[in-house]
């Protein structure tokens, strides 16, 4: 039972203490967040993965990606455990490597030297991962002088990329690289979207030519549910209603709305409001749903009337943290992700140009 399973984790953490650092990001159910150590978006996890030196797990409770990147930036002997390895994201798998890599090969043809700097000291493009990708994206990033983003630094890391790139191929979402480039002022005719069935050439050149941000196909499928309809809905009934909207959605939701965020941005936002106020929200549904009970003097509720929630992050059930949990009481890890040595490396080095890119 739920009661039982709330026992079990609690016991067990309790019995591990200090040997144990739970994560969760804000799209995971209730059951799992009160549990967690540390709660966050995923910068915030990837930052809350580097101050925990001296324990000897961190329970990651959000996707594989986020994962990986608590691996990569915590001790070498530190084991991440990801409660379901189940639990992916279908937008990281929509940049695979081998695409990426066919994709750079096309862009090299038609730019020339990737390596080599113009007159103005810049090279022809800079790669810029999204956090959502695996750590072989990143690896790939960090090999090619490039960074890694979130979706609450987006716009500094591409600041740092057009300070070292004539332009930006920047996967796997396309919404916010869209969203981002758009605030910072960069025309949609300038941001063309690579298309792995229709190899470059031709007249895609001279769109090529001018690009700024080369764009990836790749969508968030909770976030690109959301459409403007729903917000004219939400005015219509609610007038004076604020409406906040992740930048993973499409870019005419993001442009109706009043605000767009990281999933932090959303919740501090909303916390941050003292005045009675009605929001409506576009991410997923347990944060719109947390932030409802945690603010009962608001009127909150999800742009989306079907219930949205990423069905990946939901695969970290309380069952499997108890598991994993009693499998470090009795000495066992189970489910470690680990990112190979060959791979770890560059995207390291991707993600530390990330933590020290200032605007
Ligand atoms: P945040 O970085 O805003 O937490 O977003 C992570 C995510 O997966 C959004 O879909
Ligand atoms: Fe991936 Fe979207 Fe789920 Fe975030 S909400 S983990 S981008 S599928």
């Given at each position: 039972s739920e009661e039982e399973l709330d026992r079990r984790i609690r016991a067990a953490k309790q019995t591990l203490g200090d040997r144990v650092v739970v994560m969760g990001h804000h799209y995971q159910r209730e059951e799992i967040i009160v549990h967690a150590d540390h709660t966050g978006d995923s910068f915030q996890l990837a930052g809350f993965a580097q101050?925990?030196?001296?324990?000897?797990?961190i329970v990651f409770c959000g996707v594989h990606f986020m994962a990986e990147t608590a691996d990569l930036l915590s001790r070498p002997d530190q084991a991440v455990i990801?409660?379901?390895?189940?639990?992916?994201?279908s937008m990281a798998d929509m940049a695979s490597i081998d695409e990426v890599e066919e994709c750079w090969e096309q862009l090299a043809e038609i730019y020339g030297d990737m390596d080599e700097a113009d007159a103005d000291g810049l090279v022809p493009v800079i790669p810029v991962t999204y956090m959502n990708s695996s750590a072989a994206i990143k690896g790939f990033v960090g090999r090619h002088g490039g960074i890694v983003c979130t979706s609450s630094n987006a716009r500094t890391v591409l600041e740092w990329a057009f300070a070292r790139g004539r332009r930006v191929l920047f996967f796997p979402d396309q919404h916010l690289g869209r969203n981002t480039a758009k605030a910072m002022?960069?025309?949609?005719?300038q941001m063309p979207m690579w298309n792995p069935r229709k190899p470059l050439g031709g007249s895609d050149e001279a769109t090529l030519d001018d690009a700024r941000v080369i764009l990836w196909h790749g969508f968030c499928s909770v976030h690109r549910r959301f459409t403007t309809a729903q917000i004219d809905k939400a005015r219509a009934d609610h007038p004076g209603v604020r409406v906040i909207v992740h930048p993973e959605c499409p870019m005419d939701v993001v442009d109706a709305a009043d605000e767009a965020g990281s999933t932090d941005y959303i919740r501090t936002a909303i916390a941050a409001t003292t005045e009675p106020t009605v929001f409506a929200v576009g991410t997923e549904v347990n944060l719109v749903q947390r932030l409802a009970a945690q603010h009962p003097q608001h009127e909150i509720f999800c742009l989306d009337p079907v219930v949205c929630p990423c069905s990946t992050m939901y695969r970290i059930h309380p069952g499997y943290l108890a598991w994993v949990l009693e499998g470090l009481v009795a000495g066992t890890v189970l489910n470690r992700v680990t990112v190979p040595a060959d791979v770890a490396d560059p995207a390291r080095v991707a993600l530390e140009r990330m933590l020290a890119a200032r605007p």
């Open positions: 101050q925990h030196p001296d324990a000897e797990a990801l409660p379901n390895l189940a639990a992916g994201c002022g960069v025309p949609l005719a």
